[in-house]
C-alpha cells in the first residue's frame, strides 16, 4: 500500500519510528499534485520548496531528538481563504490574483508551530460562495469519484484534493456547509467547530457570525488530531471561545454508543432526499441502534426558513466584508476609461474583479441593509436564528446528538445547477442551521448511494462546545460501518485515469 | 464662489430664535489605536503606524482597546450620563478611501454613554444647562492629503495620498440635544461648551485636547425658526470646526446666512458645509439627509462590551472635579475678581495659571504673565498659546526670580524671550547670560554718587525731602548701570547717600 493512502495518524506513527522520513512524505505527495491536480484542479497554488523546507527541518529536529508534537511532519493543504506570509492567497477571485499576505492565519501559525508542511493552497467558490467550486474564478476543481461532477463546495478544492490523495489533511471553512457538504461528496470527513472556538483571525471573512474553520480529512481520528491543533483561544479574534473544549483525539478513541440518544431531525428525511442517500443513512442508524444507541425522533420546525434567513445574513455581512475590496491598498487595480476618479476606480475594479455570484450576494446583502428593508430583511433574519437555536436547544433535551444526511443528494454534474442559484441554495439545507445556530457538525461517508455508487454522508449535530460528541459518535459509526465493509470508504474510489 | 448674503445679528436675532446642537469629537490619548495594537501616535512618518487590521487587509479582526472603553466611561461619567450596562458595536458602512474596511465601526444605537447635562457659563455670567443626548465611541479615518491642485482640496487635486496613521485612532464622539433659549449668546455658548468639554478631557488625561491638531473637533448644527413657531427649522451642519474662535465665528454666521435666505422666502438646504477661516464664511458641502443610508449592522466580529457597575464606580471615583466647581474654587483660592477670573476663562488660560501656580508662584504673578506678555508673543506671532514652548514651571520659576528681586521685570522679560526661544530654563539663563539684578551696594553706590555729584540742586532739593526729585536721579543710575539694577533699591539708595553726603 503506498504512503499517499495512508491516513494522516499512521503517516505520524511512522515519522516517529523513522520508518519513513517527513521529506519522503512530502515529496510523494508533491509527486502526486503534480500528477492530479493538473486535472482534478485541487490547488490554486503548490508550494513544492516551502513544503520541503518545512519536511526537512522537521527531520532535522527529530532527528536531534526534540520533542514534536503529534502531527510534525505530516503535510497539509490550506483552503486559498485563509492568509499565508509569502504564499499567494486569492479566495478563487481576480480580484486578489497575485496578492501576497505580509501575515498568517492565526489556523497557519498553529500548523506551522506544529510543524507540519504546507503543500499548497486549495480551490474555492469565489470568496467561498457556492457549493460546487464552480464559482472560483480559477475553474471548477473535479470530484476523484466521477470526474464530471462537482467536490462539492467552496471547500471542493480541499476535499477533492484528500479524497485523491494529494493530501492526508486540509483545512476549510464552513460558512453555510463549505466544509461539511464537500466532504459528503467526496466520502471524506469534515468538521465545523463550534463557533469561536477555532480562531477566525486571518480567515477572508464571508459571513462573520456563521464562518468557522475545521478539518477535512479521510477519518474521524485524524479529523480530530487536527481539531486538536487548530482550536483555542486567540486574543486576535474577539469571537473566539475563552474557555478549552477539551482533547478531541480522546473523544476520537471512543469505543461505544451504548445508551447514547441519536436524535432524527423529522425535518430532514424522507421527502426531498435521494433515495440512495436515505437508504445509506438509514443502514447507519440500523448499526448505531445494534451498538446500543437509542433512536429518537426530534421536530425543528424552523428549519424551513434556515435558508431564506441564511441567504439574507450571510450576503448581508459579505456585502459589508467585502467593501474593502477598492483597489486603493492591495489587489487588482482597474483604470476606467477617460477621467479616473477614486470613485470611478473602484466601480470599475469591482466590475471586472468579482464574479456573477459575488456581485449576487453584495446586491442582496446592501438591499438586505438598506434603510426602509432592514427589519423585514435583515431583522427578520436574526429572528429567525433565534428561533432555530431555541428548536435546536428542545431538540437537544431529547438528544444527545442529532443526526441527518449531509445533503439531500450524492454530487451533482458540474453546470447541472450552474444557471439555477436556488436549486444550488436548497443544496445546504441540511448544513446551514448549524452555522445560524452556531453548533458543531460533522460529516462522516456512510457508503455509496446504490442508483449512482457516488459517496453518501451522514450528518452528526451536537450543543455548542460539545464537539467532543461529534467524535465520540463519529468514531464508533465509522469502526462499524469499517467492520461492515472491510475497508475504508476510499478504497471503494475509482482508480483515477489520468493523463 | 458668490458671496452669501448676511443678515444684520441683532434684527436676526429680532426676528428669529436659534437653535443648535453641537458634536464633539474627542480623539482619545491612549498607547494603542481602537481595535488593534498600533501605536496612536500623532506626527509621525505616514503609513508607519498600521496594520493589516487598521489597513482593513483581508482577513484582519477588530480587538477592542480596554484603555479606550475605559476612557469613554470616564468621559461619561464626568459629563453626568448614565453608563450602559451592554454595548454593541455597528459598523456604517460608505465607500471613501480614507476609510480602510470602507465601513466604519462605531457604536451606533447602542452608545457607552448617554443622558448626561453639563452647566456652561457664557462671559456675560449666565449659566445654560447644556443636555448630552450621548457619548459613543468609534474609530477615526486615515489623513487624506490632496497634491496638485491650488487650494489643497479634491477639487483640482492631480492625486491624493493616504496616510492611515489615523485611522483606528479612538474617538468619542459626544452629542448634544438641541439647545434652546441661547438667543445672542448662541455662538459664546458654543464656544464655551467645546472650552468645557476641551477641559474636562484635559482634565480626566484622556485626550491631549489640541484643537490645533484635531484632537478636539466640533461640528455645529444650527438652525432657526420665525419667533412663535412650533416647527424647528432645516439645520445645516459646519463641520470640523478647529478653533473655539471659529466656532462662536461660524454660528454667528449661519445664523446670519440662514435669516436672511428665509427673510427672502428661500428654503434653507440641510446640507453639511465647511468654515473657512481666512474667508470667515462657510460654504455648501454635500447635501445631507435624514435619508442618508450607512446601512448600520451590529459588528458581528466583536462582542459586546459589558461594563460591570463595580468598575463603573471605580472609575467615578477617580474622577476630577467638574469644571463650573473647580472654577469657583480657584477664583476663591487665588482671590481674582470677576473680571480677572473670566478673563482667564475665556483666554483659556485657566490650566496653565492653575499650574503656573501649583509650581510655586503666586496668583497674580502667574496671571499677569500667562494674561499679559505670553498673550501677546502669542498674538503677534500668531500663535495658540499652548503652542508656545513654555511650561508652566518655567513662568513660575521666572515670577519667582522676580518675587526674590533677582529680576527686575525688564531682564525678566528678557528671560523669557531666551526660554521660548530654546535657551533653557531660566536659572541658567540667568547665570549664562549674566542677566541678575546687580545687588552689589558697591558697584550701585558708585554709580550714585557720580550722578549726585553732578547735579547738586537734585541733591538739594532730596535733602530738603522733596523725593519725587529723586526720580531723575533713579534714571540716570538705572542708565548707567545698563539696567542691570532694580529700581526700588536704587531709590533706596538714592535717599540715604543724599542725607550722607
Ligand atoms: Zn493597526
Redesign the interface.
Known amino acids: 500500500m503506498s504512503v499517499l493512502n495512508k491516513s494522516a495518524h499512521e503517516l505520524a506513527s511512522m515519522l516517529v519510528s523513522k520508518e519513513i522520513s517527513s521529506v519522503e512524505l512530502t515529496r510523494a505527495q508533491l509527486d502526486n499534485i503534480d500528477k492530479l491536480n493538473p486535472r482534478l484542479n485541487s490547488y490554486l497554488t503548490v508550494t513544492h520548496e516551502l513544503a520541503l523546507t518545512q519536511a526537512r527541518q522537521v527531520d532535522e529536529l527529530r532527528a536531534k531528538g526534540e520533542k514534536l508534537s503529534a502531527l510534525a511532519g505530516v503535510p497539509i493543504a490550506v483552503k486559498d481563504n485563509l492568509t499565508t506570509i509569502g504564499i499567494e492567497t486569492t479566495a478563487g477571485s481576480k480580484i486578489l490574483q497575485g496578492w501576497v499576505p505580509p501575515y498568517n492565519a492565526t489556523v497557519v501559525e498553529k500548523i506551522l508551530s506544529h510543524r507540519m508542511p504546507i503543500l499548497g493552497k486549495t480551490n474555492l467558490d469565489e470568496f467561498a460562495m457556492g457549493s460546487s467550486t464552480e464559482n472560483s474564478a480559477y475553474g471548477p476543481s473535479l470530484n476523484p469519484w466521477d470526474l464530471a461532477r462537482t467536490p462539492g463546495g467552496s471547500g471542493g478544492g480541499s476535499s477533492s484534493a484528500v479524497a485523491s490523495m494529494q493530501a492526508p489533511l486540509a483545512l476549510g471553512s464552513d460558512t453555510g456547509g463549505s466544509i461539511r457538504f464537500p466532504a459528503a461528496v467526496t466520502g471524506t470527513v469534515g468538521v465545523k467547530p463550534t463557533y469561536g472556538a477555532v480562531s477566525r483571525y486571518g480567515l477572508i471573512a464571508l459571513g462573520s457570525s456563521l464562518d468557522q474553520i475545521g478539518p477535512v480529512t479521510r477519518n474521524v481520528l485524524d479529523a480530530a488530531m487536527l481539531h486538536d491543533v487548530i482550536a483555542g483561544h486567540d486574543d486576535m479574534d474577539a469571537t473566539s471561545l475563552a474557555e478549552s473544549l477539551g482533547s478531541m483525539t480522546e473523544a476520537a478513541k471512543n469505543d461505544s454508543v451504548k445508551g447514547l440518544k441519536v436524535g432524527i431531525i423529522k425535518e430532514l428525511t424522507g421527502e426531498g432526499f435521494q433515495a440512495g442517500v436515505s437508504e445509506r443513512f438509514q443502514e447507519a442508524l440500523e448499526l448505531l441502534v445494534a451498538a446500543g444507541a437509542e433512536i429518537v425522533e426530534v421536530s425543528c420546525p424552523s428549519f424551513q426558513y434556515a435558508i431564506a434567513a441564511y441567504y439574507l445574513i450571510q450576503p448581508a455581512e459579505a456585502s459589508s466584508n467585502l467593501a474593502r475590496f477598492d483597489s486603493v491598498r492591495f489587489g487588482l487595480r482597474v483604470m476606467p476609461e477617460g477621467a479616473a476618479t477614486v470613485e470611478k476606480v473602484m466601480a470599475a475594479t469591482r466590475e471586472a474583479g468579482f464574479g456573477a455570484e459575488v456581485k449576487r450576494r453584495i446586491i442582496l446583502g446592501t438591499y438586505a441593509l438598506s434603510s426602509g428593508y432592514y427589519d423585514a430583511y435583515y431583522g427578520s433574519a436574526q429572528k429567525v436564528r433565534t428561533l432555530i437555536q431555541a428548536d435546536l436547544a428542545k431538540a437537544f433535551e431529547k438528544a444527545d446528538v442529532l443526526v441527518s444526511p449531509t445533503a439531500p443528494t450524492t454530487a451533482f454534474l458540474l453546470g447541472e445547477k450552474q444557471e439555477d442559484p436556488l436549486a444550488m441554495y436548497l443544496n445546504d439545507i441540511a448544513t446551514i442551521p448549524a452555522n445560524l445556530a452556531g453548533i458543531p457538525g460533522m460529516s462522516l461517508p456512510v457508503g455509496l448511494a446504490s442508483e449512482d455508487n457516488l459517496p453518501v454522508g451522514a450528518q452528526f449535530l451536537a450543543p455548542a462546545r460539545q464537539d467532543a460528541r461529534l467524535y465520540k459518535v463519529g468514531a464508533v459509526l465509522e469502526k462499524l460501518l469499517e467492520n461492515k465493509w472491510s475497508k475504508s470508504m476510499l478504497d471503494f474510489a475509482p482508480k483515477l485515469e489520468v493523463n | 464662489m458668490a458671496k452669501d448674503q448676511l443678515m444684520d445679528y441683532q434684527k436676526a436675532l429680532d426676528a428669529y430664535e436659534v437653535v443648535i446642537g453641537l458634536e464633539v469629537h474627542v480623539e482619545l490619548n491612549t498607547n494603542t489605536k481602537m481595535f488593534c495594537g498600533c501605536a496612536n501616535v500623532f506626527g509621525d512618518e505616514p503609513n508607519t503606524n498600521v496594520c493589516?487590521n487598521c489597513?482593513?487587509?483581508?482577513?484582519?479582526?477588530?480587538?477592542?482597546n480596554g484603555k479606550a472603553i475605559e476612557n469613554s466611561i470616564k468621559i461619561g461619567l464626568a459629563l453626568d450620563c448614565q453608563i450602559a450596562a451592554t454595548g454593541r458595536f455597528a459598523?456604517k458602512?460608505y465607500?471613501y478611501?480614507d476609510l480602510?474596511?470602507?465601513?466604519q465601526t462605531s457604536q451606533y444605537d447602542e452608545p457607552i454613554a448617554f443622558e448626561g447635562t453639563i452647566d456652561i457659563e457664557v462671559p456675560s455670567g449666565k449659566v445654560f444647562t447644556v443636555a448630552i443626548e450621548r457619548a459613543h465611541m468609534e474609530e477615526d479615518a486615515g489623513k487624506l492629503t490632496h497634491v496638485g491642485g491650488s487650494t489643497g482640496r479634491i477639487q483640482g487635486a492631480e492625486f491624493?495620498l493616504?496616510d492611515f496613521n489615523r485611522a483606528g485612532v479612538p474617538l468619542v464622539e459626544i452629542v448634544t440635544k438641541p439647545i434652546y433659549g441661547a438667543g445672542d449668546e448662541a455662538p459664546e455658548l458654543a464656544a464655551a461648551y467645546v472650552r468645557s468639554i476641551r477641559e474636562i478631557v484635559k482634565n480626566l488625561g484622556v485626550s491631549d485636547a489640541r484643537m490645533e491638531r484635531g484632537n478636539v473637533r466640533c461640528d455645529a448644527n444650527v438652525s432657526i425658526r420665525p419667533k412663535g413657531q412650533e416647527k424647528l427649522g432645516t439645520r445645516t451642519e459646519t463641520k470640523n470646526v478647529n478653533s473655539l474662535r471659529s466656532i462662536e465665528r461660524a454660528v454667528k454666521y449661519e445664523i446670519q446666512r440662514q435669516a436672511h435666505l428665509l427673510s427672502q422666502g428661500t428654503a434653507i438646504i440641510q446640507e453639511t458645509r465647511h468654515w473657512h477661516e481666512d474667508r470667515g464664511a462657510t460654504s455648501s458641502g454635500r447635501p445631507k439627509s435624514d435619508?442618508d443610508?450607512y446601512?448600520?449592522?451590529p459588528e458581528?466580529?466583536?462582542?459586546p462590551i459589558q461594563p460591570s457597575k463595580e468598575w463603573i464606580e471605580q472609575l467615578r471615583a477617580t474622577l476630577p472635579e467638574k469644571p463650573a466647581i473647580r472654577r469657583k474654587r480657584l477664583q476663591e483660592l487665588w482671590v481674582f475678581s470677576d473680571l480677572e477670573f473670566r478673563d482667564v476663562v475665556n483666554s483659556d488660560l485657566l490650566d496653565e495659571i492653575d499650574d503656573t501656580v501649583k509650581a510655586g508662584a503666586k496668583p497674580q504673578a502667574a496671571r499677569k504673565w500667562w494674561t499679559g506678555e505670553l498673550a501677546r508673543i502669542a498674538n503677534s506671532e500668531d500663535k495658540d498659546i499652548a503652542e508656545l514652548s513654555i511650561t508652566p514651571t518655567q513662568v513660575a520659576q521666572i515670577a519667582a526670580l522676580v518675587e526674590s528681586g533677582k529680576l527686575t521685570d525688564r531682564l525678566a522679560r528678557e528671560v523669557l524671550t531666551c526660554v521660548l526661544a530654546g535657551e533653557g530654563n531660566p536659572e541658567e539663563i540667568v547665570a549664562k547670560r549674566g542677566l541678575e539684578v546687580v545687588s552689589d551696594d558697591g558697584a550701585l553706590l558708585a554709580a550714585i554718587d557720580q550722578v549726585l555729584s553732578e547735579q547738586p540742586d537734585v541733591l538739594e532739593k532730596i535733602r530738603e525731602g522733596k523725593l519725587q526729585a529723586a526720580g531723575a536721579v533713579i534714571g540716570a543710575v538705572m542708565k548707567a548701570m545698563a539696567g542691570s539694577a532694580d529700581a526700588a533699591r536704587v531709590r533706596e539708595l538714592v535717599i540715604q547717600r543724599a542725607n550722607e553726603l
Open positions: 493589516p489597513l482593513g487587509f483581508p482577513g484582519a479582526m477588530p480587538a477592542v459598523r458602512n465607500f478611501p480602510a474596511k470602507n465601513f491624493s493616504v435619508a443610508d446601512r448600520y449592522f458581528p466580529d466583536l462582542v
